[in-house]
Every structure is written in C-alpha cells, then in structure tokens.
C-alpha cells in the first residue's frame, strides 16, 4: 500500500472528528469481517515519499506513525520503504521508484501471492499500480477500501477489482496521463495492450494507432531521430487519418516527421530548439537540474556550431569537413594535411589544443560578430548560468536548482535562439514543445 497524507489518522468530512485513515480502517475490515479475512496477509508493506527539503508533499512520518499504529493492533511484520521522489503526482518519478521498490518486494518474497490496496496515496499512485498489473510487472488480488462515510455498510467497504480486463477508460487513462508526463513507452505498452482487450475493432485500431505514435516519441526522447522518423513515416500512411476529426492529430504529425527529419540531419535550429524544450518539459515535470542542463546543452550547441562553420569558411573548408573536439590530437595527427595546414595557420598559437566551447567562444569573437555581440549583451546572464551549471554537476546538494532558476535560464536561452535565427515563432511552435504533448494527451482521450 502506498502511504497517503490522511495516514495514519483522518479527520471525518461529517463530523470532523478523527478517524482511523485508509490504511488502518482497511486491516481492521480485513481482521474483523469475515468476509474479507480470505485477504488477510502475512507481511504488510507500505510505501512512503520519503522526506527531502524540496519535497511537495512527503508521507514518511505519516508512514511511521502508521507502521508504528499497525504494530500496536498486532500486525507483526509491517515494512515500510521509502520512494525516492519530489512530487507523489509525477508519473515521470512515481513509475521508476514505485517499480524499483515493488521488484524489490517480490524478490524478497518469491512464489507468494501478492494483495495491493490501490486506494491510499495519490491518484497517480493508483494508476500506477494499475499499469503495472496491465504490464505484468506484477500479478495480484486488486482491492479498493471506502470511507465509512461513503459506504455506511462495512461488509461493502472493500472491493476486489477484476484485473483482466481492467476497464478500458481506465486504459485510456492511465496512457493519456504516461503520454502527458512523457512516459511514451509505459503508454505505447498500455495503448498496445487496450487494442487487444477491446472487442471494438474501431477503437483497437485508434488504439494501435495512438500506441504507434508513442512508441515514434519514445524513440525520439532517445534522441535515436532516424528510427521516430521512420517510425512515424509509417504511422503517417495509417488510413483513421483519412477521417477529419484526425486532421488536427495527422498535421501535428507531419511537423514532427519533418523536424525529426533535421534533427537526424544535424540541422543546427532544429537541434538548439529541441534541447531548449527538452529543457522545458523537464521544469514542466519539477526535474529542474536537468532543466538548467539542458539549457546549457543548447547555448554550447549554438556557439560551438556556430564557430565550426566559421573556421570552415575562414580556412575555406568543405561545409561537411570534420572539426572533432579532441582538437589538439586531431591537428597533431594530421599536420602535414593541407587543411590541418591551414586551420593551423589561421588560428593563433595556443588555441589548436582542444576544440572546446571555451575555444568556440574565441574563435566567435573574431569570425561570427552577429552572435558574438549576442554573447557580449548576455554576458552577465551567461556567467550566471555558466556557475549554475557547475554547481549543478558538482554541488547539487549544496545548490538545488529552483523552478526560478530554470525560467531565468529557460528565459535567457529563448533570447539567445531568436535573436540568433530570427525564429520566436518557430520556437514557440515546435512540434516537440510540452504543449505539442498535452494536446496528444487530450486527443488520447478524446478518439480513442
């Protein structure tokens, strides 16, 4: 069971008195109704967000206090383990740590058979152990627990749920909400397996389809753009698009084929734009070191680019000519090459040891002096950003990035790309943005 804020002690909405929460209210039905003491357990483990300063909402003191209620009522053997995330409604932290966890349990205790009270804890918690049901992850009894003021019979206060098949609105769901925290494989998997259960053939193949496109952004967040182009070449062929009420879907799709085709060309806008929002859908989902790593990824992938092909035109280099970064090596490897010869001439001593950002930077100063003045207007910004980073990597702990230093970042890089390439609304309309993804959320619920 996961632990929820009104554990272990609830307050009831009737009479406002304290009650027994969730999980206590729940064993003691188990012990004293007969009808459910077919449920009762031999070990009782609960799952508790564990305590962090920049935790939304921890329930590790409500998971003690409640492991320590159960020992009082007799309950011998309770654990609780601990889930090692910010916020109890990101399914982008809930599924890896709820799925770390429950493996755990299941390699402690091999051949038994497991019982899970979906009912304390988030929602999301709830969905969570559905799509592991649906997935295999693990296979047991599903029960749910009601209130008493809810239920005012206790014989109907604990419900077992039919696993196979869940209800499909409960697939549609759970997928919608995977595809809206960018958890694209736990949806494909879903959407796949809701196209088998269903005895719709219409909604079996909107189903597939949905699944399909999954599976294409999968691959895309992989950053493997070759194959989610491919991918998404053939969902675009599917025949739903023939129907209008797929137009807006089928359009949105053709964008994201076109600019994974630039990304797996290299394509500089279209790489920059994309960290920029894979940036911005990691402060979307509070994972904001990342955030801010990200936007360093797109200003170092601007400059660096950007002075490549200055010394491409300066040295009068072929547009497709290699500039690797261990430069150094690369110039002493190959000097007796005429363009080693002449890249070594035009660069000033010193500057041939490594092909890096700092040296980018360099290099922009004298060859690129649109960008370079970019730089010098921005220059107080980027040192800022610049210390935040290597706080990032090296002092997380001391330094936790906050959801303001990811907007002054996010904010920053944004000025950057469009006053480099003119494209405010090309940045703001890209195919791949956390908007793009909402909007497939909401189309998941509402055609399948």
């Not at 809810?150 to 696993?163: A, F, L, N, T, Y």
């Not at 807006?248 to 964008?255: E, G, I, T």
């Not at 547009?319 to 190959?334: E, I, K, W």
């Not at 001593?349 to 970019?374: N, T």
Request: hydrophobic share 35%; proline share 5%; with cysteine.
């Amino acid at each position: 069971m996961c632990v929820g804020t009104q554990d272990p002690l609830t307050q009831n909405p009737k009479t406002k008195e304290e009650e027994p929460g969730p999980i206590v209210s729940f064993m003691d039905y188990l012990r004293g109704i007969p009808a459910y003491q077919r449920f009762l357990p031999d070990r009782i483990y609960l799952m508790a967000t564990a305590e962090k300063p920049d935790a939304k909402t921890s329930t590790q003191r409500n998971g003690e206090a409640t492991r320590q209620t159960l020992g009082k009522n007799n309950w011998s053997e309770v654990y609780l383990k601990l889930l090692d995330v910010l916020d109890p409604s990101s399914y982008h932290e809930l599924i890896p740590e709820m799925r770390r966890v429950t493996e755990n349990i299941i390699a402690e205790n091999p051949d038994c058979e497991y019982l899970i009270n979906v009912s304390p804890g988030t929602g999301q918690m709830e969905a969570v152990w559905l799509s592991f049901v649906n997935s295999g992850l693990i296979k047991p009894k599903l029960l749910q627990v009601k209130a008493p003021w809810v239920e005012p019979e206790p014989e109907k206060r604990v419900v077992e749920i039919d696993e196979a098949p869940l209800f499909e609105s409960d697939f549609i769901k759970i997928a919608a909400n995977l595809l809206s925290h960018y958890e694209f494989k736990g949806a494909s998997d879903t959407l796949l397996d809701l196209g088998t259960r269903t005895p719709d053939p219409v909604k079996t193949n909107t189903a597939e389809l949905f699944s399909d496109l999954a599976n294409g952004y999968s691959q895309y967040e992989n950053c493997a753009f070759d194959k989610a182009a491919r991918t998404l070449d053939a969902v675009l062929t599917n025949s739903l698009f023939k129907d209008s009420k797929f137009s807006d879907l089928h359009n949105l799709a053709l964008r994201q084929k076109e600019t994974l085709d630039g990304l797996a060309k290299g394509v500089l806008f279209e790489s920059v734009a994309d960290l920029y929002h894979r940036a911005l859908r990691r402060k979307h989902t509070a994972e904001y070191s990342l955030c801010l790593l990200f936007c360093w990824d797109a200003y170092e992938r601007l400059t660096t680019e950007q002075a490549r092909d200055a010394i491409r035109r300066q040295c009068k280099l072929s547009a497709d000519y290699d500039l690797p970064y261990a430069f150094g090596r690369f110039v002493a490897r190959n000097k007796t090459k005429p363009e080693v010869e002449r890249i070594f001439d035009r660069l000033h001593p010193g500057e041939q040891d490594r092909f890096d950002f700092h040296y980018a930077v360099r290099v922009l100063d004298r060859m690129q002096e649109a960008l370079a003045k970019i730089i010098e207007r921005e220059q107080r910004e980027l040192d800022w950003l610049a210390g935040q980073r290597c706080r990032t990597v090296h002092e997380m702990l001391l330094f936790p990035v906050t959801e303001q230093d990811c907007e002054r970042a996010l904010q920053l890089i944004s000025r950057i790309i469009n006053d480099t390439f003119n494209s405010e609304t090309e940045l703001s309309d890209y195919p791949f943005s956390h908007q793009s993804f909402q909007r497939i959320s909401e189309w998941t619920r509402e055609l399948i």
